[in-house]
Structure formats: structure tokens, C-alpha cells
């Protein structure tokens, strides 16, 4: 069987331990970099010598162009373009969650930083309120922000930034990592970007007391989006689970035996399709 990983870091050590376990059980397993060459889908892939699996882990525009162009000549991609790009979108996002009914915090969306100046539209709630970019991405734009003087701060740099203006969740100040690869959880707790307790103030939870409920909860969102490898991020408002954050194939690192499922899922969705 051949696998292709879509991605710029093949050394990232999910993708490196899943391609071992899938060579050692004499698999062929090759790395593509969406952004190389010009970005024509042709110039990388030949349409009649298709990889069996292919994994997207790149989240860029030409990574989406590659996965399309794939997925037209009968290719199966794991997680599909579309429901990767959605997932870039956390207007979207938030919009499909709330539908749903997935546990999110109120989500505005703006055209523009520059546009939450206005008195029209400044944060209904009050603050502190989270602003981010509209584009989830590497170095986007996460922030908190507690008045006036830090929007107006944070849109000297971010004037033109499309952006989601989400309602500031009261929390912990502990991240829980849900990642889900088909269906198996796997779990780590991190002090939290934002509102994280002073070092010392509070030991971290454990990863084996997180409810059932909560596991429930990111397996339910999977279903909602029609994701095969994904993470939820969780933060814990007075005993119940906010999601914050829903990401496609994110960076998994940590638990043990998530390259053995991601390794499984490619044998067995190659063999589906």
C-alpha cells in the first residue's frame, strides 16, 4: 500500500513515528510538500499514479488547491478539503457549532479589526473579549483584550485583519487537548494562552479524571464536521466544557499510540476506498 503525508515537516514526530510503524510493516510511505514548484497540482501529483491514502496535515491554500485536484481524480484525503477548509474558517466554524449545538462561546465576525472601533460595532458583552483572526494560521492572531486602549492598540498592527470576536471564557486556566484520530481520544491538559494560574497556583488536572461527558463531547463534534483526525479544545467554565477551538489534523504531540491509530485509520480508509 502507498501513503502520501501532505505536509512541510516531515520530521513532525507524529508523522515520523506513523511512517515508521508503516514501513515496518512493509508499506510504502513518501512526503509531499504542497508549496513546492509553482503550485500546479500537475507539477506534483501524475493523476494515473495515485498514492492509496493520502494524509493532509498542510493547511495552506495550495495544500486545499492539491487535496481537490486528488480528490477529482478519485483519491481519498484524510481529513477532506472541504471539511479542512472549513475548519480554517472560525466564522464558519462557530457557525456550523452553533447549529449544532456544541458548547462555543458567542462568536461575532468582522470584515476588519479596524471595523471594532466603531461604536456600532464594539463588544456588546463588555470585555474582556478574545480577538482573533478570522484564518486560523501559523503566527494568526489570538489576543485578549481588556478595554478600548488595547483594541485600539492591537488594530494599529492589525488594521485589515478579518477577525472573530469571541466572548471571553472564565476558565481554570487549564487547556484540554482533545485529539481524536477515527474515533480513539487521546487527551493532555496545558496551561492555558490565556488566564493560565500563576506558576505553583495550581497543579495541573489529571488527564484519566476528564469526564466521560467530555470525551462524548469531542467525539459528537467529529460527527458534526465529518472529521477523521482533528483536536478540540476545551476549557472548564465551573465544572462544563467550552470548546474554543476545533482544528483539522492539528500537531499532535505527546500521547502515546496515536501514530499506531493514525497508521490503522490509513490502512483502513485505503482499503475503504
Given at each position: 500500500?502507498?501513503?502520501?503525508?501532505?505536509?512541510?515537516?516531515?520530521d513532525?514526530?507524529?508523522?515520523?513515528?506513523?511512517?515508521?510503524?508503516?514501513?515496518?510493516?512493509?508499506?510504502?510511505?513518501t512526503?509531499?510538500?504542497?508549496?513546492?514548484?509553482?503550485?500546479?497540482?500537475?507539477?506534483?501529483?501524475?493523476?494515473?499514479?495515485?498514492?492509496?491514502?493520502?494524509?493532509?496535515?498542510?493547511?495552506?491554500p495550495?495544500?486545499?488547491?492539491?487535496?481537490?485536484?486528488?480528490?477529482?481524480?478519485?483519491?481519498?484525503?484524510?481529513?477532506?478539503a472541504?471539511?479542512?477548509?472549513?475548519?480554517q474558517?472560525r466564522?464558519?466554524t462557530?457557525?456550523v457549532?452553533?447549529?449544532?449545538?456544541?458548547?462555543?462561546?458567542?462568536t461575532?465576525?468582522l470584515?476588519?479589526?479596524?471595523?471594532?472601533?466603531h461604536?456600532?460595532?464594539?463588544?456588546?458583552?463588555?470585555?474582556?473579549?478574545m480577538?482573533?483572526s478570522?484564518?486560523?494560521?501559523?503566527?494568526?492572531?489570538?489576543?485578549?483584550?481588556?478595554?478600548?486602549?488595547e483594541?485600539?492598540?492591537?488594530?494599529?498592527?492589525?488594521?485589515d485583519?478579518?477577525?472573530?470576536?469571541?466572548?471571553?471564557?472564565?476558565n481554570?486556566?487549564?487547556?484540554h487537548?482533545?485529539?481524536?484520530?477515527?474515533?480513539?481520544?487521546?487527551?493532555?491538559?496545558?496551561?492555558?494562552p490565556?488566564g493560565?494560574?500563576?506558576?505553583?497556583?495550581?497543579?495541573?488536572?489529571?488527564?484519566?479524571?476528564?469526564?466521560?461527558?467530555?470525551?462524548?463531547?469531542?467525539?459528537?463534534?467529529?460527527?458534526?464536521?465529518?472529521?477523521?483526525?482533528?483536536?478540540?479544545?476545551?476549557?472548564?467554565?465551573?465544572?462544563?466544557?467550552?470548546?474554543v477551538?476545533?482544528?483539522?489534523?492539528?500537531?499532535?504531540?505527546g500521547p502515546?499510540?496515536a501514530?499506531?491509530?493514525?497508521?490503522?485509520?490509513?490502512?483502513?480508509?485505503?482499503?475503504?476506498?
Amino acid at each position: 500500500m502507498r501513503v502520501c503525508l501532505l505536509t512541510d515537516k516531515p520530521d513532525h514526530p507524529l508523522l515520523a513515528a506513523t511512517s515508521a510503524a508503516l514501513v515496518e510493516a512493509e508499506h510504502r510511505v513518501t512526503f509531499l510538500n504542497p508549496d513546492t514548484g509553482t503550485g500546479s497540482p500537475s507539477e506534483l501529483v501524475t493523476p494515473d499514479d495515485l498514492a492509496d491514502i493520502y494524509l493532509l496535515k498542510a493547511h495552506t491554500p495550495r495544500a486545499l488547491v492539491l487535496a481537490r485536484f486528488l480528490e477529482a481524480h478519485g483519491a481519498r484525503v484524510v481529513n477532506s478539503a472541504a471539511v479542512t477548509e472549513l475548519c480554517q474558517d472560525r466564522s464558519r466554524t462557530a457557525a456550523v457549532a452553533e447549529g449544532a449545538g456544541l458548547p462555543m462561546p458567542r462568536t461575532r465576525t468582522l470584515d476588519a479589526l479596524s471595523d471594532a472601533l466603531h461604536a456600532a460595532e464594539r463588544p456588546e458583552s463588555g470585555y474582556p473579549i478574545m480577538v482573533k483572526s478570522r484564518h486560523n494560521r501559523r503566527a494568526d492572531l489570538v489576543a485578549r483584550v481588556d478595554g478600548p486602549a488595547e483594541l485600539r492598540d492591537l488594530a494599529v498592527k492589525w488594521s485589515d485583519e478579518p477577525v472573530v470576536l469571541q466572548e471571553f471564557v472564565a476558565n481554570s486556566g487549564w487547556d484540554h487537548k482533545l485529539w481524536v484520530i477515527a474515533g480513539e481520544v487521546f487527551a493532555d491538559v496545558r496551561p492555558a494562552p490565556v488566564g493560565a494560574p500563576p506558576d505553583g497556583a495550581r497543579s495541573a488536572p489529571l488527564v484519566h479524571d476528564l469526564p466521560r461527558s467530555w470525551t462524548r463531547l469531542a467525539l459528537h463534534t467529529g460527527e458534526v464536521f465529518g472529521l477523521d483526525v482533528y483536536g478540540v479544545d476545551v476549557l472548564d467554565r465551573e465544572g462544563a466544557p467550552v470548546v474554543v477551538d476545533i482544528n483539522a489534523f492539528p500537531g499532535i504531540r505527546g500521547p502515546k499510540g496515536a501514530p499506531a491509530a493514525l497508521a490503522a485509520l490509513a490502512l483502513r480508509c485505503s482499503l475503504d476506498g
